[in-house]
């Protein structure tokens, strides 16, 4: 059986909790130059409807020290605008590809993909959810303060695919997720009604309420991928939400700031936040390697999927 990861709870907590553990070993070994063959021989496709920094290159990169090979397929320049449907085009790359990374629109693109594909898929953020992303950021969390249960993780800012995952990885890891967003902007209803410990998430509107008891403060842009057009509008009514010295002067000493990145300097985070000492923004973007290291080797090592074995020729 192939395993897939299109959303947090494809993966259980013991095997967050392994990736975690296989990330931390992953990152000591890279200092010494080491690393695992687990994707010797195997050609493993990245597809990208969406610009991509941080994911496409740390997915490149970890193919790579795994002893892979990462193919990157712009969307835009593949038979799908066209009118290949995802089912045909899943199809056919099963037949070259021994893996997938797919960054898109709609989750329903990924689901149906993954159908139709033999390999491992992996969602590197659709509109809804952006999993390795919260895989990363909760073990940059364990990293930094130790532990993940009963921790207080504050976001702030809108209720997009960041806040979307960063809910169900609380749920399923323990951690007590505030989130303080515009009405009109809140996680989306589906994802809330996967919550099992319900009293694990709170919401409101009220971006201050949560400040004083939070050891991480959380935030991502007002304006995601594919919102462009609404820019100027969301501008003026996330501008209470922007994390500012100001906000934070009921803080403890010790939180840590986050941010998926990219930020938009001056608009959802100031410069005096995100460089400042409590700033963990950068360890967070280098453990997107690490992490996603870790879950290919579980996902590939779970799948049970033969090796090319050259004797068989
Ligand atoms: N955080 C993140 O996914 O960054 P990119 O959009 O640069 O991949
Ligand atoms: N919410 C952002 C995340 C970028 C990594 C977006 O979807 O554009």
């Known amino acids: 059986m192939k395993r897939d990861f ?20 992953y990152k000591s070994a890279r200092k010494k130059g080491e690393s695992s063959g687990i994707l010797q021989n195997r050609s493993i496709g990245l597809l990208f409807d969406k610009p991509s920094t941080r994911t496409r290159v740390s997915f490149e990169v970890a193919i790579t020290e795994l002893g892979g090979r990462p193919l990157y397929l712009s969307g835009g320049t593949t038979q799908i605008p066209r009118g290949e449907t995802v089912r045909d085009t899943a199809s056919v790359l099963s037949r070259y590809l021994g893996g997938m990374i797919i960054r898109t629109y709609k989750q329903e693109d990924i689901e ?69 967003v515009p009405e009109e902007y809140r996680p989306s209803e589906k994802i809330v009604k996967q919550v099992k410990n319900r009293n694990l998430i709170i919401i409101d509107e009220n971006p201050a309420r949560f400040i004083p008891d939070a050891d991480v403060i959380y935030t991502d842009t007002w304006v995601s991928m594919g919102e462009e057009e609404e820019t100027e509008k969301r501008k003026k009514i996330f501008q209470k939400y922007q994390v500012n010295s100001r906000l934070l002067r009921t803080a403890k000493r010790d939180f840590i700031f986050m941010h998926c990145l990219p930020a938009h300097r001056g608009w959802e985070v100031t410069d005096e936040v995100i460089d400042s000492d409590n700033s963990v923004v950068l360890d967070q973007a280098e453990n997107r390697l690490h992490c996603q290291k870790a879950l290919l080797h579980l996902l590939y090592s779970e799948s049970r999927i033969l090796r090319f074995q050259s004797e068989e020729l």
Do not use: W
């Open 6 to 25: 299109l959303t947090v709870t494809d993966l259980s907590k013991e095997e967050m909790y392994r990736i975690f553990d296989m990330a931390k070993q």
């Open 112 to 180: 149906e993909f993954a159908r139709n594909f033999s390999y491992p898929v992996i969602n590197a953020l659709t509109d809804l959810l952006h999993p390795c992303q919260i895989l990363t950021d909760y073990f940059t969390i364990c990293e930094k303060k130790g532990k993940l249960e009963g921790l207080n993780v504050t976001y702030i800012g809108d209720g997009n695919n960041v806040c979307n995952s960063l809910i169900l990885g609380a749920d399923l890891l323990g951690v007590n997720l505030r989130v303080a």
